[in-house]
């Protein structure tokens, strides 16, 4: 019995040949025979260009990453500022110098979160170092054909949608003291949350391991913030995280001054509140 083409078969011939001819701008059938040709030509250029890039990175997938780093650093022209940063990343071991099979295996977001927990430097200088892997990252994953995947920073994740931009956010940061720091965080990082929430958080609702608080529901953060708020707590196992004097939970006015003293200095609307850091775009 000969076989009949289905309707769906005829129809997504029709539109293909329609496509083709589309492309050409003609309905030569000499044109469409030579465009058959480019294609089966193109298809083998193709699959000849993935075994290249399939051998090119068997070539380089041992090699360590100070290979990479030395190679960027001269075909970027990188400015002095981003080599000393660079320098300084790798000898406090917060850029592994493993192999690109090594480095590309880790979680792309665990460098950043290293960089940001490395309290032996200043905010201002962690956020620089952070800003500068990750455009290294980026440069090395198109440099391999994604073999490397790009760097991902969670908290600028979050920035894209805050109306506060991540640039103010880390400069009223770096004037705040490490109690004020803690709740910025937590409202800026940490979806909708109301002032009181946050105050009333005790160290009983904060799982470290997981990196969640419940709140007034379960709320994951960044390892930084769970390691700020061990060095806030120190030896205390239970209670409210952020207590006064007496060990009695703080005022909210306690923190409102330390955050309008900050605005104060940066010259920000004087209307400025931690409200602020929970509203999006």
């Not at 200043?122 to 892997?133: A, D, F, S």
Request: charged share 30%.
């Amino acid at each position: 019995m000969a076989y009949k083409e289905s309707d769906t078969r005829i129809k997504e011939r029709q539109a293909y040949s329609k496509l083709i001819e589309t492309c050409l701008c003609s309905d030569s059938d000499e044109k469409i025979a030579q465009l058959g040709c480019l294609q089966l030509d193109t298809s083998y250029v193709l699959k000849d260009f993935r075994k290249q890039v399939d051998a090119f990175i068997g070539e380089i997938y041992k090699l360590p990453l100070a290979v990479f780093i030395a190679v960027w650093a001269g075909l970027n022209q990188a400015k002095a500022e981003e080599l000393n940063m660079m320098s300084d990343l790798i000898v406090e071991k917060l850029l592994p110098l493993s192999s690109l099979e090594k480095l590309s295996q880790l979680d792309p977001s665990s460098i950043p979160d290293d960089i940001r927990c490395f309290d032996k430097w200043t905010l201002m200088k962690r956020e620089e170092g952070v800003l500068l892997y990750t455009s290294f990252m980026s440069w090395l994953s198109k440099e391999t054909f994604n073999y490397v995947p790009i760097a991902k920073d969670g908290d600028r994740i979050v920035a894209q949608y805050r109306q506060v931009p991540f640039e103010t956010y880390v400069k009223i940061l770096s004037r705040l003291d490490l109690r004020e720091q803690i709740l910025a965080k937590m409202f800026y990082l940490g979806g909708s949350r109301a002032l009181e929430e946050v105050l009333s958080v005790k160290i009983e609702d904060i799982d470290f391991y997981k990196k969640r608080m419940h709140l007034l529901e379960d709320v994951s953060y960044p390892r930084h913030l769970f390691e700020d708020i061990k060095k806030h707590i120190q030896d205390r196992k239970k209670g409210y995280v952020f207590i006064g004097k007496e060990g009695e939970i703080i005022s909210h006015t306690t923190s409102f001054r330390a955050l309008k003293k900050v605005v104060s200095e940066l010259h920000l609307d004087p209307e400025f509140t931690f409200k602020e850091f929970t509203k999006n775009i």
